[in-house]
C-alpha cells in the first residue's frame, strides 16, 4: 500500500482519487472548492481543502510523507507549475501532472515532473487507432512511439508456442499476457504455451512493431 495526494478534484483528479483508492492506497484529496471535496470525502482517505501555492498548507497536511503526488488540473498553467514546484521542494519521490498542452509539458518536465499527461488526448489516440484497424481489441498508449495491443492471436500463430516463434527477437514485441477462452488472464505466459484458436494476446511495442502483428494473418 502506498500514499499519495491528488491535486484538483475535477473529472481527471476525481476518477485518479477514487481509483486509486478503490486499489487500496491511502489517498488525500485536495481542491480549494469546498463541494468538490465535499463530493470526495467518502471515496478517499482524506479530503481536504486547501490552497496547494501555499507551501505551508501542503506541510500542515502531512504531503510530504506521501509515495507520489498527482497535479490533476491544468486550466491555470502558473498555478500547476507553482505547485509543482512545492512538491519538489517537499522531496516526494515521485511527480505526475496534468498539462494543458506541449508549451506547458515542456515547462513541468523542465522543473522536474516525473510524468505529464494528457488525458483527452490520450484517450482520443488510443480510440482513433481501435476504430482505425479491426483486428485491435483495445490500444494503451505508454508513449508516442509505445503502447499495448490486445488482439487476437494470429492464425499462423496457432499450435506454435512463444518458444517456437521467439517473438521477441522475429517480431520486437513481448507478449506480456494471455488469455484463452474463459479463463483468467495469464501474465509473464510460459515460453511452452502453445496457441491455440482463438486466444487473446497482449503485445508490447513500439508502433510499427505491433502493426506488423496485426498484419500477420
Known sequence: ???????????????????????????????????????????????????????????????????GAVVAFSNDIGTSVLITLNLKELGLPRIICKARNHSHREVLRRIGADQVVFPELESGRNLARTLANREILNYIELTERYGIVKLKVPARWVGKTLRDLNVRANYQVNIIAIQSGDEAIQPVPSPDYPFRAGDLIFTLGDNESNERILALE
Do not use: W, Y
Open 1 to 67: 500500500m502506498e500514499t499519495f495526494v491528488v491535486i484538483g478534484l475535477g473529472r481527471f483528479g476525481s476518477a485518479v482519487a477514487e481509483e486509486l483508492c478503490a486499489l487500496g492506497h491511502q489517498v488525500l484529496a485536495i481542491d480549494t472548492d469546498e463541494k468538490a471535496v465535499q463530493r470526495m470525502a467518502d471515496k478517499v482517505t482524506q479530503a481536504a481543502v486547501g490552497d496547494c501555492q501555499d507551501p505551508e498548507v501542503l506541510e500542515m497536511l502531512g504531503v510530504k510523507n506521501m509515495d
